[in-house]
């Protein structure tokens, strides 16, 4: 669970930012939208796959100098 122990003189945005940050790095929402629905194992593995493809794509581009996407 994410909690954030407010500042002695700590604004309650300021507090709400550093709460919002803390759940976006322990990426709770993400998990929470991937496990609304059920995703039956092959699905998973197919989806874990297909990251994984494109991470391997991403890292041979950048080897070979391509670097990122073009743009005109």
Do not use: C, N, W
Request: net charge positive; glycine share 6%.
């Amino acid at each position: 669970m994410t909690f954030v122990v407010r500042g002695r003189h700590e604004s309650f945005e300021r507090l709400h930012r550093r709460f919002k940050k803390a759940v976006q790095q322990d990426k709770v929402l993400v998990k929470a939208r991937r496990r609304r629905f059920y995703e039956k194992p092959s699905q998973t593995r197919k989806r874990k796959a297909i990251k994984k493809r494109i991470k391997s794509r991403r890292t041979t581009r950048k080897m070979q100098g391509l670097g990122g996407r073009r743009r005109r």
